[in-house]
Structures are given as structure tokens and as C-alpha cells.
């Protein structure tokens, strides 16, 4: 499908349609979509917004920065984390403090995980030193991820 086809299929598209198009727009790797894909971070859709700011990570999409910090905030898990994830992806510096924000008071541990993987690509001593403490999370996974995160920024 080409690409003006899914931005259209986003805008104006229904259900799944808006949904896999804001997940295609991604793939494309064409940052001609970053402007239809940050206003999809919007939609009244979770899966729509999850798969948006997924998309505007794999197009390293930095104008997108301020809406995916805004969207650690949004009621939905799976957003939250892949907004986390995105801003992990694009390595944004000013995403720390409400990385380190959100590590501290999100209930979910998909979200916690999250946050943690993207301070560590992000990385810097601010980061990792928010992740530190939860290597020794009773979480075993949340541990995991910790140690992993930081391992990872060692061997940079």
C-alpha cells in the first residue's frame, strides 16, 4: 500500500483500518507520515495512539518528543509503555526526568519495564542511577530488566 493511501487510511479510516495503517506508516520508514503519525497520538483509539507512537519511533521521529512524553500520562497501559518505549527508541535526553517520573509511581509492571529499557538507551548517570535500585527489585523480571538496561550501558 503506498503511503499517501495510509496516511488517508489513518485520518479518515475505521477501526483496524486507522489501526494497521498507524502501525504500516512505521514500516515505511518515510518521515513524510511523522505529521499524520504525531496527530494520530490523539485519537480516541488506544490501539491507534499505541501503534502511532511505535511508528514515530522506528522514523526516529525527535519532533514527536513532547507528545510522547505527554502520552506517559494516558489512562491506558499499553499506550504508556509503547510511548515509553518510543522515547527510548529516539534516545531523547529531555524524556528522563518524566521516565524517572513515571518508573516511580506507574502501577504496571509492562510500563515499569519499559521506562527502564529506555533510560538505559537513553543512559547517562541520571538515568542509571534511577535504574540502580531496582536490580534488586522482588520482581524478578523487573530485576532483569534492570540489570540488563545497565549492562547494556556499560558495554557502549
Do not use: C, W
Not at 489501526?19 to 483509539?45: Q, Y
Not at 533510560?119 to 540488563?148: F, H
Request: hydrophobic content about 45%; aromatic content about 2%.
Amino acid at each position: 500500500m503506498s503511503l499517501e493511501s495510509l496516511i488517508i487510511d489513518l485520518k479518515k479510516g475505521l477501526g483496524m483500518v486507522r489501526v494497521n495503517a498507524a502501525a504500516e506508516l512505521g514500516k515505511h520508514k518515510d518521515k513524510a507520515a511523522e505529521k499524520a503519525l504525531i496527530e494520530a497520538l490523539g485519537d480516541d483509539n488506544m490501539a491507534v495512539r499505541n501503534n502511532a507512537a511505535f511508528s514515530l519511533a522506528e522514523l526516529g521521529a525527535y519532533n514527536a518528543v513532547p507528545k510522547l512524553i505527554a502520552m506517559i500520562s494516558d489512562p491506558e497501559a499499553r499506550v504508556r509503555k509503547s510511548a515509553a518505549k518510543a522515547l527510548g527508541m529516539i534516545a531523547a535526553r529531555e524524556a528522563i526526568s518524566p521516565l524517572i517520573q513515571l518508573l516511580a509511581v506507574d502501577q504496571s509492571p509492562l510500563v515499569k519495564k519499559s521506562a527502564i529499557r529506555s533510560l538505559g538507551q537513553i543512559g547517562g548517570l541520571t538515568a542509571l542511577r534511577a535504574i540502580e535500585p531496582y536490580t534488586s527489585s522482588p520482581d524478578v523480571e523487573l530485576a532483569e530488566t534492570a540489570k540488563q538496561a545497565i549492562e547494556k550501558n556499560n558495554h557502549r
